[in-house]
């Protein structure tokens, strides 16, 4: 079965210190991942997709399929990072397809 | 374009009731997918439509059911509402799906419905 796990409910951390948060997968086919982020009183929107290889706003994510896992790291946390993220991952086919969520980290930057 | 747009904002409707929510894709989208995501969770799929269909479904009773219309908006229905229906309700939208093609969805800011 599809399952996404996120081990950690919530994070905090400095400003200026990394961060990474934690991604686990289980999929028997060709996964392909996503990171999703909500900002207070925002919509649910897309961080990074693994098959980009994109760094957006110093945030990177590196799909390891010997681990199932697929990390989201940052080297300097910054305070407007702290937000909600939710990992994802969308399987399917031509007859339609799904995204299967992790519960999310809730990520706290302090100063 | 304003994104993907859901309403209402906020729905309060009590046990037994139905409700309907609705959700206009992202310009250029046809495809349409809706979650649903409890207090402290992360969102749980529905089902997907697309040309009109239901594609894909989730692990839902059969009190929830949808639609897409011609300009590819699309509504979500629930029947005999209860309690533990109470969530934010989400729709995503992704372009035309390809044989093989798995797309990234795009979200509205949810509909927030209260089950008294």
């Known amino acids: 079965a599809q399952r996404v796990t996120q081990p950690e409910k919530l994070l905090s951390v400095f400003k200026g210190a990394p961060v990474e948060l934690k991604c686990n997968y289980s999929?028997?086919?060709?996964?392909?991942l996503f990171w999703y982020v909500q900002y207070s009183r925002q919509r649910l929107q897309l961080l990074l997709r693994?098959?980009s290889r994109e760094s957006i706003k110093g945030f990177t994510a590196d799909l390891n399929k010997g681990e199932t896992s697929f990390h989201l790291k940052k080297p300097f946390a910054q305070e407007e990072d702290s937000a909600m993220y939710y990992c994802?991952?969308?399987?399917?086919?031509?007859?339609?397809?799904?995204?299967?969520f992790g519960e999310g980290t809730q990520l706290t930057v302090n100063p | 374009d304003a994104g993907v747009t859901q309403s209402p904002t906020h729905l309060i409707k009590t046990r037994g009731q139905q409700v309907t929510l609705r959700c206009s894709p992202k310009?250029?989208?046809?495809?349409v997918s809706w979650y649903q995501q409890a207090l402290g969770q992360g969102p749980q799929f529905i089902f997907q439509?697309?040309?009109?269909?239901?594609?894909q479904r989730g692990n839902f009773p059969d009190r929830f059911s949808g639609h897409q219309f011609p300009n590819y908006s699309s509504e979500l229905n629930v029947n005999a509402l209860l309690l533990g229906d109470s969530a934010l309700y989400l729709c995503?939208?992704?372009?035309?799906?390809?044989?093989?093609?798995?797309?990234?969805?795009?979200f509205g800011p949810g509909t927030r419905l209260t089950v008294l």
């Open positions: 310009s250029g989208h046809d495809t």
């Open positions: 439509y697309y040309e009109e269909e239901e594609r």
């Open positions: 693994h098959i």
């Open positions: 999929y028997s086919g060709s996964p392909e």
């Open positions: 994802a991952l969308i399987w399917g086919g031509a007859s339609g397809s799904r995204l299967t």
């Open positions: 995503a939208s992704s372009s035309p799906l390809e044989r093989g093609r798995r797309d990234t969805q795009y």
